[in-house]
């Protein structure tokens, strides 16, 4: 904006060049010749210009260009408040589904100890003679299914705090579930 703003006012060049001859040059103006007028010689010669020009009509065509200017300002307002909100949205769903993924992996906790309490119990009744061994296989393999599970479960997490931390741009230690705060409607 700026720049389209700064074509209304006066516009200066300066340009300057030096130029070294092996024989001595004619360095000034020649305005004529006579005895006596013999123009100075050097082997460097040294130029300067400068201009200024200011531009009084130009039917529009600046104005033109300051509307224009100043639209896509208000452009490149909107895309960045487009884009902070787009990244307030997935900081929310990432800060959520860490939430979520930490919920699901205490839960699956409770599950494995209630299995390993199911097992316990399996064996027991076995060792009486009141089960058959299938009651303890099933049990090993239910524990079983379930830790592995809870790997799976545990990665997602991992994951999800992860990504947390990427967004926020902080270390992956200040976004693990236990130090976030609950989320609550």
């Known amino acids: 904006l700026g720049e389209a703003r700064a074509g209304r006012g006066p516009r200066g060049r300066v340009t300057a060049s030096a130029t070294q001859y092996e024989e001595p040059m004619v360095i ?11 123009p100075e010689f050097d082997q460097t010669l040294l130029q300067g210009q400068l201009t200024v020009s200011y531009t009084l009509l130009d039917g529009g ?3 033109a260009r300051v509307r ?14 487009t884009a902070e909100q787009a990244l307030a949205e997935r900081v929310a769903a ?3 589904t860490a939430l979520g993924k930490a919920r699901v992996l205490a ?14 119990r399996s064996r027991l009744r076995f060792d009486a003679g009141k089960a058959p061994q299938l009651e303890v296989l099933r049990a090993e393999a239910g524990l079983a299914s379930a830790q592995s599970q809870r790997v799976s479960l545990a990665a997602a997490l991992d994951n999800a705090e992860r990504d947390l931390a990427r ?8 976004t693990r579930a236990p130090r976030l705060a609950a989320a609550a409607l």
């Open 167 to 174: 967004l926020l741009d902080v270390p992956v230690e200040e």
């Open 94 to 96: 990432a800060y959520l």
């Open 61 to 63: 065509a600046t104005g």
């Open 28 to 38: 000034t103006p020649i305005h004529g010749f006579g005895p006596g007028l013999f």
């Open 107 to 120: 839960a699956h906790d409770t599950r494995l100890a209630a299995l390993e309490a199911e097992l316990a």
């Open 68 to 81: 224009a200017a100043g639209g896509q300002l208000g452009g490149a307002g909107a895309a960045l408040g």
